[in-house]
């Protein structure tokens, strides 16, 4: 693919446009940031009048709100939850995805062993930068 535009005016042209990008992005970020403080504060209020009132939910005429618990989990002790999850054949316990940076290290350390299954998927891709 030949451009008649010269080369210069479209890295001229990208720079801006990843600047102006940026911009907004810092702009949308503090903004959204003043509102999720705002509904933080609406959340905590919420919260303690189902708390005082020991309620789950409360219909209102502008909507229903209620309160659940939400857990998340996690390990401190990567080793033992693998042993534990190996003795007790739990592999749900784990997301299904490769660590891309381990898979690209081990190939690259041991190209002849590729595992069953792997799919690699390769594309060029520009960067730009200022001089």
Known sequence: MSTAIPLEKLTKAYIKLREQRSKLAAEFKAQDGELLEKQDMIKKALLEHCKEHNVESVKTSE???????????????????????M?????????????????????????????????????????????
């Open 87 to 131: 003795e007790n054949n739990l592999p749900e316990f784990f997301d299904k995805r490769l660590n891309q940076s381990n898979v690209k290290q081990f190939l690259e350390e041991n190209p002849e062993m590729v595992p069953p299954g792997l799919n690699v998927e390769s594309e060029y891709t520009v960067s730009v930068r200022k001089k």
């Open 63 to 85: 909507g229903v709100f209620y309160r659940q618990i939400k857990r998340r989990y996690w390990t401190s002790d990567w080793e033992s939850m693998y042993q534990f999850v």
